[in-house]
């Protein structure tokens, strides 16, 4: 047997072996988390699959990286039925601390991975959850993100990875926030199955039942309609049932039905409520929620597509260099334009330099090193400085410009009908106000502005002049 230093913590341990160490988690109590921090990897003897999962979801739901990015393995004495959900967050299992030898070159290679990303502040919920998914999916080289059928889930389908971050009631939620993630270039996405969710709390466990039409009852009793053929009644099973035998009598003609497909035949059933009795051939289909209980049509049930997602070029780079927010956090920046819209209105004004001839400008504003920026600041300061960027930025210009952020790290603004000399000039001055800006708001915090100003050239098509203005920030 290997030998292992061993540190008592609490009543875990924590294992040492050459230059590592591991978290030893074997019983019923959870360690404090931070310290998780400061060890290589996180092992946890599965004794009970509920604390194993409670331990798991801790640390993946953690908001320090640090802590959220620690590779973690199970530690199976005992031959046990894999959970997908806990397989999916964790990264290996060993028969015996023995084997943690074997698992050192995946720590390693977790861990340099892990030493290379610029982890920043997010701006908003949506962009911390984003965040949080492409940095484990690149840690852990996870190129696609499979959903997985699970009876516990809300949704019937679970994406672990993201469940981490929602309550049960909430887990919906993370098919929103994984579309946005696809909207912004870091997923692409592959259909794999459709869900059909409550309207009102968006749970999936329903029930499904045949109601009457009237009263929307299932307290509902299925009769066969019987057509006689000699004399052709038609009307359903009690009116042929007798009161002496089992047997079929027509109520019209008195006549025996002795075979079926020869003396009658069934075209159809009708039902007959038990609660209001109304009757009817044609019954409606109500779901009945389980969790908030509310019974109304499937015709109400909101259907949300469940898809596979694959991590992008553009969601490596993003979890390398940090994500601070989505396109809707800085879109709704008062004074600003959303950036499709700037592109329309770019394309209107070339379009206009097209019979004036006239002098109009396209600039863009660049923070060199935003992740630095936004790694020191907490998302509402974040906020604050987009803010603080717009309004400097708009009082130096005319009413009639536009700005837009084209990330969280750029700006671009139009200014029409003005020399490009004038421009450059203006450029300059907004930068030197928002660096006063910054040095007076902020102790010890360095702010690299990059600007760029070019003169609209008619020539060119409005998006070739916006991808040449900003390819150097790319």
């Excluded at 892990?114 to 962009?127: G, M, P, W, Y």
């Excluded at 994984?178 to 870091?186: F, V």
């Excluded at 003005?418 to 702010?447: N, Q």
Aim: charged letters at 25%; hydrophobic letters at 35%; one cysteine or more.
């Amino acid at each position: 047997m290997k030998h292992f230093e061993t540190h008592n913590y609490k009543s875990n341990f924590v294992l040492e072996q050459g230059q590592y160490s591991y978290v030893y988690i074997r019983n019923f109590e959870i360690p404090p988390l931070e310290e998780i921090a400061d060890h290589d990897a996180v092992v946890i003897e599965v004794k009970n699959l509920d604390f194993v999962r409670l331990i798991v979801n801790a640390v993946r739901s953690n908001l320090d990286p640090d802590i959220y990015l620690t590779p973690i393995f199970l530690l199976k004495k005992d031959v046990l039925d894999d959970v997908p959900y806990i397989e999916e967050l964790v990264d290996g299992s060993i028969k015996s601390l023995d084997d943690l030898g074997f698992v050192n070159k995946e720590i390693d290679k977790i861990n340099i991975r892990k030493n290379s990303l610029n982890i920043t502040s997010s701006v908003s919920f949506e962009a911390q959850v984003i965040t949080k998914l492409i940095a484990l999916m690149y840690v852990r080289e996870l190129k696609v993100l499979n959903p997985i059928p699970d009876k516990y889930s809300n949704l019937y389908y679970s994406f672990p990875f993201m469940a981490i971050n929602f309550e049960e009631k909430e887990e919906h939620l993370a098919l929103k926030i994984l579309n946005l993630a696809e909207e912004e270039g870091m997923l692409r996405s592959e259909y794999f199955d459709r869900v059909y969710l409550c309207s009102s709390c968006s749970g999936s466990h329903m029930s499904y039942r045949e109601v009457c039409p009237k009263c929307s009852s299932s307290n509902t009793t299925p009769s066969d309609i019987i057509h006689h053929f000699p004399c052709g009644y038609v009307g359903p099973m009690k009116d042929f049932s007798n009161e002496i035998d089992d047997k079929l009598d027509c109520p019209k003609c008195n006549k025996r039905l002795r075979h079926i497909g020869v003396d009658y035949d069934k075209p159809s059933v009708i039902h007959h409520c038990n609660n209001c009795s109304h009757n009817f051939q044609d019954y409606n289909v109500n779901a009945k929620c389980m969790s908030c209980h509310t019974d109304r049509s499937v015709e109400t049930l909101k259907a949300h597509d469940i898809k596979t997602y694959r991590l992008t070029k553009k969601g490596e780079l993003a979890a390398i260099k940090g994500f601070t927010s989505t396109s809707k956090d800085i879109e709704d920046v008062m004074g600003t334009v959303k950036y499709d819209t700037f592109k329309t209105m770019l394309k209107y004004e070339i379009e206009r330099l097209k019979q004036t001839l006239g002098d109009s400008n396209l600039c863009a504003i660049h923070i060199g090193n935003s992740s630095q920026v936004y790694s020191k600041l907490g998302s509402e300061l974040q906020r604050g400085v987009f803010k603080d960027l717009v309004s400097v930025i708009r009082s130096n210009i005319r009413s009639s410009d536009v700005i837009a952020f084209w990330s969280s790290s750029t700006i671009v603004v139009s200014m029409n009908d003005i020399p490009h000399k004038i421009a450059l000039r203006i450029t300059g001055e907004m930068v030197e106000l928002l660096s006063e800006l910054i040095k007076s708001s902020f102790d010890d915090l360095e702010v690299n502005f990059e600007t760029k100003t070019v003169a609209l050239d008619y020539r060119k098509p409005h998006e070739m002049q916006l991808r040449e203005l900003l390819a150097e920030f790319d």
